[in-house]
DNA sequence: GTGGTCTAGACCACA
DNA sequence: GTGGTCTAGACCACG
């Protein structure tokens, strides 16, 4: 199973959901196109109420990484996010931003965090989906 | 007045005062040992309440940004964050693969995270206050 | 009161709440920075369930219309959609396309319908909220 | 064919039949009288259930925009809708609301709309089938 | 007081 | 079978 949560983390599950999510998709294992679990499925394997992957799968849907088509499923989008590209920018800074000043508390220093994001980088299929608008 | 917060963000205001800290020791507008402003001083800057401030005050100390003492105030820590080193690239992968994550479903190639990440460093002045390895 | 339901509608009533509140905004009986009833407040008056009322706040906040503040209430927003100009321009076509397909359909002329969206603009408080991204 | 549809819309897919016929109409691509896809034909062209199409068919004549003939098919209907004009009146302004309210949080212009709205028209061949005054 | 999350379980709509 | 909506009621977090 692709996707995983951890009850006792103080992060709210439907938020694990999101991420687990976006995760996937980020590293390939969940292609465009590609339907997700039932949200009954994905609730029992959780062991969580099915209200709460709905809601997660409202959020991906917001978000433009999934699309929900009643009586079919839920599927990965092969649109990517629709924002301004300012906007996306703003995004970027912002979560790099939080991640940099979080580092520099753990006592890093600026090539170990080159570094360690060029590791993450190698872990995602990272080609952007499609145009920028 | 080095620390402003955005009342209109959805964002706890406790959590935007400890971000705004923790990103000013960052960037060096705090030095370790100074003394942050008081709680009721900061609460009439911010126009927020006392308690708000107490309690980004409680979780920067948690956090082991600050020092309190009892009548003094509350001082920016010389020490470093006094986890283990594996748990601390923990974190510090964490919270990159977060950034990561976003920016893949924002649409960025891996080129515009690096060149995004290299301005932030730039932004704050990195160095280590204290090298633990 | 400013928001009205309809419970024998067939539009759900999480839609009904969204498009009440938007309604008001663009006619100016909410302006920006504006407080609205909180969640429980408005479930009351409108004889609903607060999960319906949470549920149409968060629509509304992931369409920029408002922003919810945890301990303060439900905000209007003072800033604009994030979207790219494109898909703006898109949903702008796409709501339009709809709009005139009915009006065929019920025998208005090209200048009927015209005439009946001059009317609407002078219902709304027609000033662009900021800047265009 | 005439008539296409987007699997990867979250819009149900008999609705999607059902403005794809209306809108036809209005642009002559259908006349009246003209016959539609027999239900199996269409089921196969579009890579959809039949059952789906037996849907979009009957909402297309409870709209009053086909006739279904027993054993012969569904035909475009030359009867214009046969609602009183004030009826057809409230319904024009309220989907133009729609719109209008929509376009006022995407930041446009009263004179955007007016310009979209005329390119509307532009690609419909906008004659009403029959006019009710 | 405010909003945020989660559960449980009902009933409806789509394919 | 799928997702969509709504209710009821619990408990937590923020100001």
Redesign the interface.
């Known amino acids: 199973m692709l996707i995983r949560i951890d009850p006792q983390s103080p992060e709210p599950l439907f938020e694990q959901v999101v ?1 687990a999510v ?2 996937a ?2 590293k390939g294992i969940l292609a465009p196109g590609e339907r997700l679990p039932s949200v009954r499925e994905l609730a029992r394997d959780l062991a969580i109420n099915p209200n709460t992957v709905v809601r997660a799968y409202e959020v991906l ?5 999934v ?5 079919a499923g839920c ?1 990965v ?2 649109r ?10 703003r ?3 912002e ?16 090539e ?3 570094k ?6 190698e ?2 299929q ?5 145009r ?2």
């Open positions: 991420f976006k995760s998709c980020a849907e917001r978000d433009g990484v699309v929900r088509r009643q009586g599927f989008s092969d990517g996010s629709d924002l301004a590209l300012a906007e996306k920018r995004q970027l800074q979560s790099l931003r939080r991640a940099v000043t979080e580092a520099f508390h753990l006592g890093f220093q600026a170990d965090v080159k360690a994001l060029a590791q993450c980088l872990e995602v990272f080609e952007s989906k499609r920028q608008a």
